[in-house]
């Protein structure tokens, strides 16, 4: 009877083991799950390593022709604490308790956030979305063959509600474009590349967006994380 359960200890630490060196799921001791493709994104960005993160920094810049616009931010993921760093002065809010001036700030953060951690977003917004995955499709700016991954968010919640987004990325699931359609459309409503990827504390971010056209830029400086 010792025997057998000394044995059991060790299968279970065995299996233990192999799930987080693999990243496999056990369910009881003979089925094996899968991650999502939405967990494979995720983790080749370095999801794994989100949970560490303490502050999060960055600016978000955009230029257009020869305007310029930029606005940084510093966020608290484990309070909720918010910094929009601004000319005039710094705001401070937390996602808890925020008054009319606050929700209008509220709204650039979420759209400067989902630009710079879309991977990760994939995770955090999967009870609101519905996907699904092209082998192979072209991509729309460098017309190369690549993996498409297309989510749409529900009509209920958040600020875009019924969006959609198609993620083009190859067999390292490190995305390379994307189109955004607003309202689920057939159209396009912006199109970009994903370039110019920096490692930060173990998270994998793509700092540049272009158009295919070159008269427009999306980036991220000043990025800087603090992990525990």
Do not use: C
């Amino acid at each position: 009877m010792a025997k057998t359960q000394k044995m059991k200890k060790y299968i279970f630490i065995f299996l233990a083991i192999l799930t987080i060196s693999t990243g496999f799921t056990f369910i009881g001791t003979n089925e094996v799950q899968e991650p999502t493709i939405l967990e494979k994104v995720a983790r080749a960005h370095g999801f794994d390593n989100w949970q560490h993160v303490t502050a999060l920094k960055f600016t978000f810049n955009v230029d257009r022709d020869t305007s310029h616009f930029e606005r940084s931010w510093i966020w608290n993921p484990k309070t909720n604490d918010i910094t929009a760093i601004k000319s005039e002065g710094n705001l401070k809010y937390n996602w808890a308790n925020m008054d009319s001036i606050a929700n209008k700030t509220n709204s650039s953060f979420i759209n400067d956030k989902y630009w710079f951690l879309v991977p990760f977003q994939l995770m955090w917004d999967a009870k609101n979305i519905t996907y699904k995955l092209a082998a192979k499709a072209e991509a729309p700016i460098s017309k190369k063959s690549m993996q498409k991954l297309t989510i749409v968010y529900g009509n209920e919640g958040g600020y875009t509600p019924g969006d959609a987004y198609d993620l083009y990325f190859g067999d390292d699931y490190i995305l390379r474009e994307w189109v955004y359609r607003k309202g689920n459309q057939a159209a396009a409503s912006v199109v970009t590349t994903w370039e110019g990827y920096i490692d930060v504390g173990g998270l994998k971010i793509g700092t540049v967006h272009k158009n295919a056209e070159g008269n427009f830029k999306l980036s991220f400086t000043n990025v800087k994380v603090d992990k525990n």
